[in-house]
């Protein structure tokens, strides 16, 4: 292969490269965003209700707040008071402890207590995509953290919980939502 046909097929396949590099309208990158940014600019995040009967009396407020920043860390999307161009809404439906392993005691004096403890935290959003209504859903998330009641008390580890529960459910919901895995 002579020269100039080698720096001419180097140009061509570079060019080829860079264009396919810009064509693509949607913006992906390592977090799995997949949004299209030329369109969607704006989301907002309306304050979610604590209907569980159960919790922090700031659970929800926690709950909005991470949301909120969840998005601006992982988004270029402004964060806008109202009608966002994408829209969370929702509520804690479900907080609950509940045993999950007992351990029998041998004094036959003494009741079985449960080995460990388990949190579960339940939220309902309402997202809607106003750009393609066909991304917009309305679903549960939850997920759950054990603790182990004979080291210590839900009042001791309840805000770690809660911070590490929803941490998971919001990775959730932005993989539902702006991810589209």
């Known amino acids: 292969m002579t020269l100039n046909k080698r720096f001419w097929t180097t140009i061509v396949i570079t060019g080829l490269a860079v264009l396919s590099l810009f064509s693509c309208a949607i913006n992906y990158s390592f977090s799995g965003v997949n949004i299209d940014y030329d369109k969607v600019k704006t989301f907002s995040v309306e304050n979610f209700f604590n209907d569980s009967g159960g919790?922090?009396?700031?659970?929800?407020?926690?709950?909005?707040?991470?949301?909120?920043?969840?998005?601006?860390?992982?988004?270029?999307?402004?964060?806008?008071?109202n009608n966002g161009d994408l829209q969370f809404s929702g509520a804690i439906t479900r907080y609950n402890i509940t045993p999950q392993a007992t351990v029998t005691t041998t004094d036959p004096n003494l009741p079985d207590r449960a080995g460990q403890m388990r949190l579960t935290i339940v939220v309902e959003v309402v997202y809607e995509n106003t750009i393609d209504d066909e991304e917009s859903f309305k679903r549960s998330f939850s997920f759950f953290k054990d603790y182990d009641p004979r080291t210590t008390s839900i009042l001791q580890v309840e805000s770690v919980l809660i911070e590490e529960i929803f941490e998971s459910i919001l990775q959730d919901i932005f993989t539902a939502s702006v991810a589209n895995w």
């Open 55 to 81: 919790g922090p009396a700031n659970m929800e407020q926690l709950f909005t707040e991470s949301l909120k920043d969840f998005y601006q860390r992982n988004t270029r999307l402004e964060l806008v008071r």
